[in-house]
Structures are given as structure tokens and as C-alpha cells.
């Protein structure tokens, strides 16, 4: 590892630019590359702080192409700064191929943090904040969207979208349609003058859309499903069993006659003493 470079990921402002750190504006000015994912749109953030370090466009399309060329110059011991357009590097973009390209390389790699819009968008949302998960952008495609929103099913924890204009409402749609009617805070313009935070049912976010164009760069935070309900609906579906092929659930699992009864008593709602009596009357 001795002689290597680097690699420093660099959160830049999701919108205000009072938001950069001293840390990260020194950053960027002492690296020898920043390896940016538009580089036209960081040319306007390192101008505005006049700086002038050498920039190297690093994007999904041309990755595969580029990252050999980024970690050589790592090796070489050079510094290198990643930043993405807006926020913090690494997530929901291809950052986290690079990162994980230089760990597999014992490339150095370190964190100058400051703004994430999906905790930014968490934080002021008025959902719950103690347990969370990040989801970012759905998949387009169809079958990969569903078993993600087929997963959240009976997710407890509150979950963080990002999405584009063009996608909120089918977005919207298919959450509503997967995950029913919650509670959704809908965040845009973070930061900015015009920043809004709207929270509202799905039903009604969507019928807000369908009336107001939807403009700029969202991010969706849905209400989790509460234990009482999980609790409810998986009691549902056991019910759909009869006792015999319930008991014989947990027997296949190893359970011992005693233990599945204890189980199934407890997957019911009911007393023990009622499948006692099932079992051996």
C-alpha cells in the first residue's frame, strides 16, 4: 500500500452551496484529479470556489472504461477526489464500483462528508427517524420493481425513495398499488429558496401530482407498516391453514409436538389449551 493515492469521497451541496465544508473545498482544491460524474456541472462548483484542479468524467456509461484508467493513477500515488453532482458520492450512482475496485486494490479510501438528501428529506419529513431504509430509485424494470416493492410488504421501518419528474406519479402508483394507502412526505428543491416538504396520504400525493406538474429532483419518504398490522396479516394467513397443516409447519422444522402446538397457539391469537384440545380429542 506504501506510495499509493487516496481516493477521498466528497460530499458537495445538494443545492445551497453555503452547504460545502471548508474540509471539502481544501479537498479540491489539493488533489491532483477530481473524478466527477458530470464534469460540466462541477466545473461550475470548482469555479465558483475558485479552483482548478484537473477534472475526469466518471459516469454509468463509461465506468467499465474509465475506472482501470482512475486506479492506476491511484497507484501511481496520485490524490484523487470523487465527487457525484449533487451530495454524497457512492450513493445511488456509480461511485460504489469505484470504491470497491480500490478496497480489492488496498487503495486507501476516506470520506469528507457533509449533505445526503435522503436524510436531509428523513429528517424534516415528520415520519419516524429511529429506524429506517434506503431504497433510492426503483428499478424501470418491471419485474425487478415489484420484487423490491414486494419485499417492503410488510416493512416496519420508514423507507427513502429518490425519483425524477417524469417517474413521481407511475412511482407513486406502484407504491400505492404494492404497499396500500400509507402515509408519504414528499421533499424537493432541498436547500433551495423554494425547498417544499408535503406530507399526505399515497391517494392523495397522486391526485396532487395529477394537478400540479411535477418539477425537479424528489425524494419520497413512506411511512412504515406498523407491527400491529404485520402481526395481523401474517394471523391471516395462517388462518388460511387448517391446525393440521399449521402443527405440521413447524413438525417439518424439527419443532416437537409440544413446541408447534406453544407456536401455532401464538400464530393464531388463541390459547394453547384450544389446540391442545384440537390435538387430542
Not at 465544508?21 to 470556489?49: C, S, W
Not at 415528520?126 to 430509485?137: C, D, L, N, V
Not at 423554494?194 to 411511512?223: D, N, Q, R
Request: proline share 3%; charged share 25%; glycine share 6%.
Amino acid at each position: 500500500m506504501g506510495g499509493y493515492g487516496t481516493l477521498t469521497l466528497c460530499a458537495t451541496p445538494i443545492g445551497n452551496l453555503e452547504d460545502i465544508t471548508y474540509r471539502v473545498i481544501r479537498m479540491l482544491g489539493e488533489v491532483d484529479f477530481v473524478v466527477a460524474e458530470d464534469t460540466r456541472h462541477t466545473k461550475k462548483l470548482l469555479t465558483h470556489f475558485d479552483i482548478h484542479t484537473r477534472l475526469i468524467s466518471y459516469h454509468e456509461h463509461n465506468k467499465i472504461e474509465k475506472a482501470p484508467q482512475i486506479i492506476e493513477y491511484l497507484k501511481q500515488g496520485k490524490n484523487i477526489a470523487l465527487v457525484t453532482d449533487a451530495g454524497t458520492p457512492a450513493i445511488s450512482d456509480p461511485g460504489e464500483d469505484l470504491v470497491a475496485l480500490a478496497i480489492e486494490q488496498n487503495i486507501p479510501v476516506t470520506s469528507a462528508p457533509g449533505a445526503v438528501a435522503g436524510i436531509t428529506a428523513l429528517i424534516i419529513s415528520g415520519q419516524k427517524t429511529r429506524r429506517f431504509i434506503f431504497e433510492g430509485f426503483l428499478p424501470q424494470d418491471k419485474k425487478e420493481r415489484q420484487q423490491v416493492l414486494d419485499s417492503l410488504q410488510n416493512e416496519t421501518r420508514t423507507t427513502i425513495f429518490y425519483e425524477s419528474p417524469h417517474r413521481l406519479i407511475k412511482t407513486l402508483n406502484y407504491i400505492y398499488e404494492a404497499l396500500g394507502n400509507r402515509s408519504i412526505s414528499i421533499a424537493r428543491e432541498l436547500t433551495k429558496k423554494y425547498e417544499t416538504v408535503m406530507k399526505f396520504s399515497l391517494e392523495e400525493a397522486i391526485s396532487y401530482y395529477e394537478e400540479h406538474e411535477p418539477k425537479g429532483e424528489y425524494v419520497l419518504v413512506l411511512e412504515g407498516k406498523s407491527r400491529q398490522q404485520v402481526r395481523e396479516q401474517e394471523q391471516l394467513s395462517w388462518l388460511e391453514l387448517s391446525i393440521e397443516e399449521h402443527l405440521q409447519v413447524y413438525e417439518n422444522q424439527g419443532f416437537c409436538q409440544k413446541d408447534a402446538i406453544k407456536q401455532v397457539a401464538k400464530d393464531r391469537g388463541v390459547r394453547k389449551q384450544e389446540i391442545y384440545q384440537f390435538v387430542h380429542c
